[in-house]
């Protein structure tokens, strides 16, 4: 037993080549009727919460070395298009030792590609610090001034019911 859609066509064959292209046609025009109907799938900023723990008493070295090394690359970031917020804050009191943070940097990307294109990212540290030698001696420091480092990717709560 053949199958329709081979029946179909020896049907058309034998009727001329106008079926086939009005055929041809019309799922042409059903299947961009169909795609078009389709909203455009948006992209959502990714937003990411850093915390940084510093050890006691170097908490002002850390936050000095982030904005002479870390805080350019992000505007660089921003200015590309690729980051829409950036927004630090500290707290105004100590909390206990396990739960310490001295600062937290909330960084909002238009999408999370641009989050995680670091081969980007690193080619703007490259552009805005040309002395690397310098700018990853200071970057490692940074980072030695830490206890803890953490990074908390954010996602919306639909609250409606």
Excluded: C
């Excluded at 179909?8 to 795609?35: D, E, H, K």
């Excluded at 050890?55 to 936050?63: H, K, S």
């Amino acid at each position: 037993m053949r199958s329709f859609s081979s029946s179909l066509v020896n049907w058309a064959r034998g009727r001329g080549s106008l079926f086939l292209v009005l055929l041809a046609m019309g799922s042409t025009f059903w299947s961009w009727r169909s795609t078009a109907a389709e909203p455009e799938p948006q992209e959502r900023p990714y937003v990411l919460e850093s915390y940084y723990k510093a050890r006691w008493g170097q908490a002002d070295e850390f936050i000095r070395l982030f904005k002479k090394n870390h805080l350019p690359v992000l505007k660089k970031l921003a200015a590309d298009g690729r980051i829409l917020k950036i927004s630090a804050v500290k707290p105004r009191y100590h909390a206990t030792e396990d739960g310490r943070w001295d600062y937290r940097v909330t960084l909002v990307f238009k999408s999370p590609a641009a989050a995680i294109d670091s081969v980007y990212e690193d080619a703007v540290k490259k552009q805005l610090f040309p002395d690397q030698e310098t700018f990853q001696r200071e970057e490692q420091r940074r980072f030695e001034i830490l206890v803890a480092h953490w990074d908390l990717p954010l996602v919306d709560v639909d609250l409606e019911p």
